[in-house]
């Protein structure tokens, strides 16, 4: 995520307190719950769950809303977060229609989130911290402190065993925050080997599991290079690429199987790569265009279709500047 604009600098306010571990886990089994009440498909994003041919490629977000994150879990809705001010919509993918679940407030941002099939989104939130809301009702359940706030830009996040991970565009670390009301406390982990980061540009951006369960795959926007991650050290191993010599302005990833898309977002194309057994290798596939496009930013499946969120990085943002989200198939 590439965001042109000042993001606004946190208040003064207090944090959102932490609630307990019992907490967590009963809203985390209501929400689970709930939305399994509503669910069409055995796991999120997967090939089992088939959008109808009526339900609608795109759909519109509130004027103004400043999307940059998309994340839709078990049920067919999808989660948007805005940049503005942090407040998140969910979409019904089968209508489009739409609420604000959380309203936000000054100082907030949401951009990369993710679902967890437990009921809880997590929130990048950019100013170093990452939140982790109830997906039912969006009420806000923890808000993680993973660094200083300048200096930082907490961009994207995935789920990875008992922790969600968090990219830092202008830090090389990625940080680790224990999924579900678990013990423990935020881990910083140092990415080092192949990893140079680069000056005043944002670096890590999207990040995905590896097909093993067992690594991470990072894109780093600037120059648009991918690397294979060692949760454990933090060893990061530069991914050969074929067919393509770099992921410009890569910026959300998504994968299935061993089938990785790159969301490239001023380039308005997702490229998709095959990648090798040990993910040291990703050979290019074909590349996504369409005229729909206006710099999307990430990306999240449902069945045979990818949605995508337009942030429009080079319209300039008025409060009554039109958003949409889209979807391809794949």
């Known amino acids: ?79 948007l977060g805005s940049r503005a001010n942090g407040a998140i919509y969910r979409a019904d993918l089968r209508t489009g229609r739409g609420k604000v679940l959380f309203a936000g407030g000054t100082g907030l941002i949401s951009v990369g989130l993710k679902v967890s099939r437990d009921g809880l989104l997590y929130v990048a939130g950019n100013t170093g911290v990452a939140r982790v809301h109830d997906a039912r009702t969006g009420e806000l359940l923890v808000t993680h402190q993973l660094s200083e706030a300048t200096g930082h830009f907490i ?3 995935t789920l990875l065993r008992k922790r969600a991970w968090f990219t830092d565009s202008r830090a090389a670390f990625l940080y680790g925050v224990p999924q579900g009301g678990r013990t423990g406390g935020v881990r910083a982990l140092p990415l080092t080997g192949d990893w140079v980061q680069l000056p005043d540009v944002n670096n890590a951006n999207g990040i995905v599991d590896t097909p093993d369960g067992r690594g991470l795959i990072v894109v780093k926007s600037t120059p648009g290079e991918l690397y294979r991650v060692d949760p454990g050290s933090g060893h990061a191993t530069k991914i050969t690429l074929v067919g393509q010599d770099t992921v410009l302005n890569g910026d959300g990833l998504w994968r299935s199987g061993r089938t990785l898309y790159v969301v490239q977002n001023r380039l ?25 496009f206006d710099v999307p930013t990430t990306a999240a499946r449902f069945g045979d279709r990818l949605y995508l969120v337009n942030a429009r990085f080079t319209t300039p943002p008025t409060p009554e500047t039109t958003y949409n989200a889209v979807a391809v198939s794949i």
């Open 155 to 157: 961009n994207d996040v």
């Open 268 to 292: 308005n194309l997702i490229s998709v790569w095959d990648l090798d057994e040990r993910v040291t290798t990703a050979t290019l596939l074909r590349t996504i265009t369409d005229p729909r």
């Open 1 to 79: 995520m590439n965001s042109p604009h000042p993001h606004p600098r946190p208040t003064t306010n207090p944090p959102h307190p932490r609630p307990t571990r019992r907490a967590v886990l009963g809203g985390a089994a209501a929400a689970a719950l709930a939305v399994t009440a509503g669910a069409v498909t055995a796991g999120a994003g997967t090939a089992a769950a088939t959008p109808a041919a009526d339900w609608p490629a795109e759909f519109p977000l509130p004027n103004g809303w400043l999307p940059e994150g998309i994340a839709i879990g078990r049920g067919p809705y999808a989660y």
